[in-house]
């Protein structure tokens, strides 16, 4: 357990339920560009998107700079939408978090680049310098990168994006978390008061039925392999990249449908079959074995479900989230992600139907299209959490709005 530095224990986020929006702009498995943001039609839409928030009370959302956009130029920066989004989101008085690297990086970098943590570190103290001329007194909330994990294998391994490798998935995972320290380093020595928002994978690894004891040793040493960006950001592996303690601070942790899969097999264990496989384990007991490790107040930082199952998924979320937060774990948040529906990265005419609101492709940007039985279900699931945090006995927890 981590627990060498007291963290800041001041729950910072506007409302417990967040959005999110889709801020990829990677390079995908074909080498093409995406950006999610104008594709999506956010940018466009963005004043009617976070009005349509107030329908279910949310005042949080995860946005992303697009650091491919933003740095055409090695060290020159272009603020402009970024600026544009900070002045809708303050007018609104929408809370954004936000993604300085979010799948995608300038063409001219890959994580194993000799530069990669130097230029991350300087668009790192360019966006806090940036922000807080205009904002000296806002509560920053940062992910420097989301989703090391992924990206390190995806990148690495599986050749799904930049740098298109094949058994490099740890050079790819050790290269962002030196920009990830290093960026996290140079913000904190602007202004020490930056919360650090952590985005990792939830995953559970299992064996086959009926495993030899190799493959249960197999898949226990490829399930710890999830916290290893954490535990490197900690300090506690990889010393030499420079992590501490003091830079876990709030810790965010991703959970889909299929986070729960078979050791070397590629499919994933069904989450509402009945009767369920024995493998399978509720989320509230992979959230809590998070939370223990590293003694920090946890977020879900990105759930959802594509298609006709949306319903059944978050009412299945609002009942584990209870339950963690009666047991006593710091759950201070959910993010639905995606807030509004994206197509796949590397088929863009496929949209996943996986948002609140679906998007209608009859219209540029595309149109939003609420999807009543999710948004019925999320009522449903925000009053039983909402009951669980009325329970608690300190009145402060109480305060956290809906």
């Known amino acids: 357990m981590i627990n060498e530095i007291t963290p800041v224990l001041t729950n910072p986020f506007q409302t417990f339920w967040w959005a999110g929006y889709e801020c990829t702009d990677q390079l995908n498995c074909f080498g093409n560009r995406v950006d999610f943001l104008p594709l999506t039609g956010h940018l466009q839409l963005i004043k009617e998107d976070y009005q349509h928030l107030g329908l279910f009370n949310i005042g949080t959302v995860r946005e992303g700079i697009r650091w491919s956009q933003i740095e055409k130029i090695p060290y020159q920066y272009d603020w402009t939408i970024v600026e544009q989004m900070m002045v809708e989101g303050h007018r609104q008085g929408i809370q954004q978090i936000w993604d300085l690297c979010h799948f995608g990086y300038p063409d001219d970098l890959t994580p194993l680049h000799p530069m990669f943590a130097r230029r991350f570190a300087a668009l790192c103290r360019a966006f806090v310098q940036f922000y807080r001329d205009r904002y000296p007194y806002d509560q920053l909330i940062v992910t420097p990168i989301n989703e090391v994990s992924f990206m390190s294998w995806l990148g690495g391994d599986a050749r799904g994006t930049s740098p298109y490798c094949v058994g490099q998935g740890w050079e790819v995972k050790y290269g962002l978390m030196r920009a990830y320290i290093e960026g996290v380093a140079a913000m904190r020595e602007l202004d020490p008061t930056i919360r650090i928002l952590t985005t990792e994978p939830l995953v559970q690894i299992v064996p086959p039925m009926n495993a030899t004891e190799q493959q249960i040793l197999?898949?226990?040493v490829e399930d710890e392999y999830q916290f290893?960006?954490?535990?490197?950001?900690?300090?506690?592996?990889?010393?030499?990249?420079?992590?501490?303690?003091?830079?876990?601070?709030?810790?965010?942790?991703?959970?889909?449908?299929?986070?729960?899969?078979?050791?070397?097999?590629?499919?994933?264990?069904?989450?509402?079959?009945?009767?369920?496989?024995?493998?399978?384990?509720?989320?509230?007991?992979?959230?809590t074995k998070a939370y223990r490790r590293y003694n920090r107040p946890i977020v879900l930082t990105e759930t959802s479900h594509p298609g006709i199952d949306r319903p059944i998924w978050i009412d299945m979320i609002g009942r584990e989230c209870a339950a963690v937060i009666r047991d006593g774990v710091p759950l201070w948040g959910v993010c639905l992600y995606p807030i509004i529906d994206r197509p796949d990265w590397d088929h863009l005419d496929r949209w996943h139907q996986s948002g609140l609101w679906d998007a209608d492709l009859t219209t540029t940007p595309p149109g939003r299209v609420l999807y009543k039985p999710y948004a019925k279900a999320l009522l449903n699931a925000q009053s039983t959490v909402a009951a669980a945090l009325a329970e608690l006995a300190d009145p402060a927890e109480k305060m956290i709005t809906f």
């Open 228 to 287: 290893q960006a954490v535990d490197m950001l900690a300090g506690q592996m990889c010393p030499e990249l420079g992590g501490s303690p003091a830079f876990l601070d709030i810790l965010g942790f991703n959970y889909y449908y299929n986070n729960q899969w078979l050791l070397g097999l590629g499919s994933f264990l069904p989450w509402n079959d009945t009767p369920p496989d024995p493998r399978w384990v509720e989320p509230r007991w992979l959230f």
């Open 218 to 220: 197999d898949a226990a």
